[in-house]
């Protein structure tokens, strides 16, 4: 079954430090990658996505997020955080070209940023 | 900006009981999701809707679930005898079509007791 898991359950950064949030996945076949954010007492938003292309993604806010099809990996980075980036942060894979498109999330990493 | 709304943003219940959670997904959009996230653990999977029927579930998604697109706004999750282990936050998300991204919903949590 596909999995994916985040490495990192809490982070805790100072302002301006760069943030590099893990992601794995596991699945043999071609995946759309998602990075979703939950600021805190919001819905999940998406931070950016992957489905094709140039591996390196830029999304909103000044993050970005590299593609390794060898690793199976999609790690999100940000040079420099803010306070405001305080939030948990969700990595997903969706199969591609499936009927459904069904997100499968990982754990979620709660990145706490502090001023 | 468009954007997915649910209600109630908080249910409490007896187990046993049916609850009904709505949403209202974006106006263009075909394809309708329940996801649910119990207190410290992953957001999972339940079920995806399009054409009003089920296109997949999970293994979550017992014969106590079922989800009804009502009318042509509202799309709702019912869980007809509730358990304490449904206790979770039940987010809904919809999207234009399956490739694209899924637009979430604040979520309603929902209490057992």
């Known amino acids: 079954a596909q999995s994916v898991s985040q490495h990192n359950h809490h982070v805790i950064l100072s302002e301006a430090a760069s943030l590099e949030l893990g992601c794995n996945y596991s699945y043999g076949g071609t995946v759309n990658l998602f990075w979703y954010v939950q600021y805190p007492g919001q819905h999940l938003q998406l931070l950016l996505k992957?489905?094709?292309?140039?591996?390196l993604v830029k999304g909103i806010k000044g993050f970005e997020a590299e593609f390794i099809k060898s690793k199976f990996s999609f790690n999100l980075r940000k040079p420099s955080v803010q306070w405001s980036d305080t939030a948990e942060y969700f990595c997903?894979?969706?199969?591609?070209?499936?009927?459904?498109?069904?997100?499968?999330f990982g754990t979620g990493t709660l990145l706490a940023v502090q001023p | 900006e468009p954007e997915v709304t649910q209600t109630p943003s908080h249910q409490v219940t007896q187990m046993g009981q049916e609850v009904i959670l709505r949403c209202v997904p974006i106006s263009n959009h075909l394809y309708f999701y329940w996801y649910r996230q119990i207190l410290g653990q992953k957001v999972e999977f339940l079920v995806s809707f399009y054409n009003n029927e089920i296109s997949e579930k999970s293994e979550i998604f017992d014969d106590q679930f079922s989800v009804e697109r009502p009318d042509g706004s509202n799309f709702t999750l019912k869980i007809r005898s509730t358990k304490l282990e449904d206790s979770a936050m039940y987010f809904c998300?919809?999207?234009?079509?399956?490739?694209?991204?899924?637009?979430f919903g604040p979520g309603t949590r929902l209490t057992v007791l």
């Open positions: 998300a919809s999207s234009e079509r399956p490739s694209n991204e899924q637009f």
């Open positions: 997903a894979v969706s199969l591609y070209g499936g009927a459904t498109n069904k997100l499968i």
């Open positions: 992957y489905f094709s292309g140039d591996p």
